[in-house]
C-alpha cells in the first residue's frame, strides 16, 4: 500500500493524500465484497458492476483533475510569459498582473494564478488547495512545494 502510494506521489505530486483516502477506504471494502462473492458465486456479476461504476468514477475524476491541472498551468505560464515580456521591455518588474499586459483577471483567478512581485507567481495545485507551485525568474522550472 505505501508502495503505490509513493508510486502515485511521483507521478503526480500532490496525490498521496487521495491516494491513501482511496486506499484506505476501498481496499477493505473490496476485500469485504471478495469475501461475500467468494461464500456467495452468484455476487461476482454484482462484484464486477460496482468495481466497474467504482472505476468509471475514479476515471472520471482523474481526467477532471489532468484536465484542471493542464489548464491551471497553462495560465501559469501565460502570465510568466507575460511578466518576463515586461521585465525585457521596462528593465522592471510589474506590480501587478494587469500592468504585465494581463487583463483578463477573472482568468487567473479561476485558475489560482498569483502574481507576488518581482517576476515571483504561484499557482494552486489541483489536488490540494493548501499545496502550490512557485516560480521565480531564475527557476528553470515551476517547484512544487506541499504544505
Known amino acids: 500500500m505505501i508502495c503505490a502510494i509513493v508510486l502515485l506521489s511521483g507521478l503526480a505530486p500532490g ?6 483516502l482511496t486506499i ?22 454484482d462484484l464486477g458492476t460496482k468495481v466497474a461504476a467504482l472505476a468509471a468514477t475514479a ?10 491541472a493542464q489548464r ?3 495560465a501559469a505560464d501565460e502570465a510568466r510569459q507575460a511578466v518576463l515580456d515586461f ?13 504585465a499586459g494581463l487583463h483578463d483577471a477573472d482568468r487567473m483567478r479561476r485558475w ?12 494552486s ?3 490540494d488547495m493548501f ?14 512545494h506541499p504544505d
Open 15 to 20: 496525490i498521496g493524500f487521495f491516494a491513501l
Open 24 to 45: 484506505l477506504f476501498v481496499a477493505p471494502w473490496l476485500l469485504v465484497q471478495l469475501v461475500l462473492a467468494a461464500l456467495r458465486p452468484r455476487r461476482w456479476r
Open 59 to 68: 476515471a472520471v475524476l482523474a481526467a477532471a483533475h489532468a484536465i484542471y
Open 72 to 74: 491551471a498551468h497553462a
Open 87 to 99: 521585465h525585457a521591455t521596462h528593465a522592471a518588474w510589474p506590480r501587478t498582473l494587469e500592468e
Open 112 to 123: 489560482r494564478v498569483r502574481y507576488l512581485g518581482d517576476g515571483n507567481l504561484m499557482y
Open 125 to 127: 495545485s489541483t489536488f
Open 131 to 144: 499545496d502550490r507551485w512557485y516560480r521565480a525568474p531564475s527557476d528553470a522550472q515551476w517547484i512544487f
